[in-house]
């Protein structure tokens, strides 16, 4: 079994910028996609970033596009989402997710999920 474990999150304050990361282990091998989402109190689960295994391919909601950046990382199994530029709107638990289906952008598609790391932001 996949295992997905997360970390990065903290206090920021506005106009400022995070790394999280997310180290993988477990049978890897067939992960066609990792990605973040976050899920903010009594919102839905949102998708954040993807980023296929082999990194050729990724993809972003559009309120972050150029503010976030997801990245595998030269350790092995790890991925990272550099976040810059976080406001109001940004704060959540935020949760690496790897999976097999190629329709990245929903949670349905993901079948390991990490615990999740705060991020917020202050005024």
């Known amino acids: 079994q996949v295992q997905l474990v997360e970390s990065g999150g903290g206090l920021v304050q506005t106009g400022g910028s995070l790394r999280l990361s997310c180290a993988a282990s477990g049978p890897t091998g067939s992960t066609y996609a990792m990605a973040w989402f976050r899920q903010a109190p009594r919102k839905d689960r949102e998708f954040i970033a993807a980023?296929?295994?082999?990194?050729?391919?990724?993809d972003y909601e559009d309120s972050v596009k150029g503010r976030f950046t997801i990245a595998r990382g030269n350790i092995e199994n790890t991925v990272y989402l550099q976040m810059s530029g976080l406001n109001p709107e940004d704060p959540a638990i935020y949760l690496c997710?790897?999976?097999?289906?190629?329709?990245?952008?929903?949670?349905?598609?993901?079948?390991?999920w990490g615990q999740g790391t705060q991020v917020t932001v202050s005024s």
């Open positions: 997710a790897a999976g097999y289906s190629a329709a990245y952008y929903s949670p349905n598609s993901y079948n390991y």
């Open positions: 980023i296929t295994w082999s990194g050729g391919f990724r």
